[in-house]
């Protein structure tokens, strides 16, 4: 399988880059897969072999790998402006007009936009932002943060806090006052003979039993992306928002909707909050804002913490944060390429119609006796692996089933994401009917030739 000379692709890797994300022993056994290239939703690796990334890299390639017009969005603007910050009152035009368009396409009907790097630094400077309104406020204990286990919010040491994920404790995470709540997952979590709706409700009843036990002046907000992501794409029980939302608005606690992934028509909808009719606080947003052609990310801030975080900024003369690189000339060109693309060159309508064959697609491997449950909302979705249907008994840890089926579908040419014992599939929105139809059949492939393997 791997290429074992010394001077190979795979060798170097090995030698000078460390992996993050990624399955050791997996790679140590078959090489990196190095790329050099891509082309519509495919890519192209160092042997000259071609994938189908059913993945859109990490959610975010939506428009592709060779959308003209981005490139030339970015091209363009390194020849005019290729670089500045956004501090001492100074910003470029790119960064004006970008915000001015996420204001324009948020659900606020007015809001202010505060730019970083990447997600994890947006829901860190949410945090950052709700803190210094505690202070600013006097009430300079509401610093605790409540989201939910599985929900993803990044790397960074509070965004991983934020995280609900056990793979944290490894760095002695969360940080205090980071709290979990149960992960909204009917199929898992839902208890014998309850329903959709008795679990909505209990998991409400669970926020408020929080809420009295921390104390609500304690608590400074409540984080949760509208479809878990790389909890394993999971969307939300039946009236999930509506009965957290009433909870959170009896206590004045803000609702952060992580729209990292959701956003700009992941859903079907500009945003998940649109999908679930709900409306948040503030929305954190990346990945798909530059459909991943450049690394950036924003808060995007309703009236509300707009004229809050104003004023306490305005007590002290500052706002006493910001990155390099924030609201970058180059980023906010391309940002605001790619949702002229996404909106208005046909993307989010390819969403709309790709989705009941995507649902099709995934209700078909559901007949595969060793799929437990097949999920998603809009263009994403995910099946997951089990060894008994009736029970939902997951497969034994050490098979490593999820991460055996990706590797079958990558030496069939399909690239998709183990996650849990679940594959993830998250196709970009330029795909089309024939490709999604060799997405499924390779996939289906996969899990024949895999459960066959472990049966
Ligand atoms: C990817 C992701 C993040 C983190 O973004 P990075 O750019 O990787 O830091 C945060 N929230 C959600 C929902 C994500 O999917």
Known sequence: MRDESP???????????????????????????????GQGPYVFDVHGR????????????????????LAEAAKA?????????????????????????????????????????????????????????????????KRKIITRKNGYHGVTAVSASMTGKPYNEVFGLPLDGFLHLT???????GREGESEA????????????????????????????????????????????????????????PLISDEVICGFG?????????????????????KNLTAGYFPMGAVILGPELTDRLQAAADAIEEFPHGFTASGHPVGCAVALKAIDVILNEGL?????????????GLNWLLENPNIGEARGKGLMGAVEAVRDKATKTPFEGHLSVSERIANTCTDHGLICRPLGQAVVLCPAFIMTEPQMDEMFEKLDAALRTVFKEVA
């Open 50 to 69: 071609q994938y189908l990334d059913a993945n859109s890299g990490l959610w975010n390639m939506v428009a592709g790998f060779d959308h003209p017009g």
């Open 348 to 360: 989010m309508e390819n969403v709309r119609a790709l989705t009941p064959k995507f649902e099709a």
């Open 183 to 189: 992960c909204p997952h009917y199929w898992r979590e």
């Open 198 to 253: 008795d679990f909505t409700a209990r998991l409400a009843r669970e926020l408020e039993e929080m809420i009295a036990r921390e104390g609500a002046d304690t608590i400074a907000g409540f984080f949760a992306e509208p479809v878990l992501g790389a909890g394993g794409v999971i969307p939300p029980p039946e009236g999930y928002f509506q009965a957290i939302q009433s909870v959170l608005r009896k206590h004045g606690i």
């Open 266 to 286: 992941r859903t079907g909808a500009v945003w998940g909050a649109e999908t679930y009719d709900f409306m948040p606080d503030a929305i954190i947003s990346s």
């Open 77 to 141: 603007q390194y020849d005019r402006f290729p670089g500045y910050h956004a501090f001492f009152g100074r910003m470029s035009d790119q960064t004006v007009m970008l915000s001015e368009k996420l204001v324009e396409v948020s659900p606020f009907e007015r809001g202010k936009v505060f730019y970083t790097n990447s997600g994890s630094e947006a829901n860190d400077t949410m945090v950052k932002m709700l803190w210094f309104l505690g202070g600013s406020e006097g009430h300079a204990n």
């Open 7 to 37: 001077n190979s692709w795979e060798a170097r890797a090995d030698a000078h880059s460390f992996y993050g994300f990624t399955d050791l022993p997996s790679v140590n056994e078959r090489g990196a897969v190095v790329l050099t290239h």
